[in-house]
């Protein structure tokens, strides 16, 4: 099983950024879809899991309004759509599924 991230970036504050974890090597569909971030010096944070069937569960109350997660199994493909983002949102943002890691994509919120 294979996870890649994409579509980090520098955004300014209140911008909106939209993150793609594509997977290979399992059947996408049978699996929920995970999202996690690290900021430097802090612990891993549970943003958000999307169930097989497209049912999302926001993880984080700083998020609620601002985040949509969603997934496209024909394309083996989930989406994170990031909206209002704030410095604090700043960090490496993986999705996990079916056992494996994406390497991450970095999210950085400045002026």
């Known amino acids: 099983a294979r996870l890649v991230e994409s579509g980090g970036g520098l955004v300014q504050p209140g911008g909106s950024l939209t993150l793609s974890c594509v997977g290979s090597?399992?059947?996408?569909?049978?699996?929920?879809i995970a999202w996690y971030r690290q900021a430097p010096g802090k612990d891993r944070e549970h943003v958000t899991t999307?169930?097989?069937?497209?049912?999302?569960?926001l993880r984080l109350a700083s998020i609620i309004g601002r985040f949509t997660v969603s997934r496209d199994n024909a394309k083996n493909t989930a989406v994170l759509q990031m909206t209002k983002l704030r410095p604090e949102d700043t960090a490496m943002y993986y999705c996990e599924g079916a056992g494996a890691w994406g390497q991450g994509t970095q999210v950085t919120v400045s002026s």
């Open positions: 999307i169930g097989k069937t497209g049912i999302g569960s």
């Open positions: 090597g399992f059947q996408f569909s049978d699996y929920d």
